[in-house]
């Protein structure tokens, strides 16, 4: 997440979550799913990049949401939405 720097005020705080919906991320191809975190994870750019652009034939406003994301470097925020994703898989 963003640290706030003492010269350039707060930080702008990251999309809200609303914008990655968890059915969307949910219904993605468990594989999908899998590179994507590992890329997040690695904070592998063009990884990230091209595998949004697969999400984003799939479901192009969820996407599209996870460009923004990753446009901001909100990577947390993606993994975040994720875990979430997961979560309400075991309890559904």
Request: charged residues 25%.
């Amino acid at each position: 997440r963003c640290v706030p720097s003492p010269w350039r005020g707060p930080a702008a705080p990251a999309a809200d979550d609303a914008t990655l919906p968890i059915a969307g991320l949910a219904a993605l191809p468990v594989d999908l799913r899998a590179e994507l975190r590992a890329a997040l994870l690695v904070l592998d750019t063009a990884r990230v990049g091209k595998l949004i652009a697969d999400v984003h034939a799939l479901d192009s406003m969820l996407g599209s949401a996870l460009a923004q994301r990753a446009d901001q470097f909100d990577f947390t925020g993606i993994l975040d939405a994720f875990d979430a994703a997961e979560k309400s898989e075991v309890t559904a």
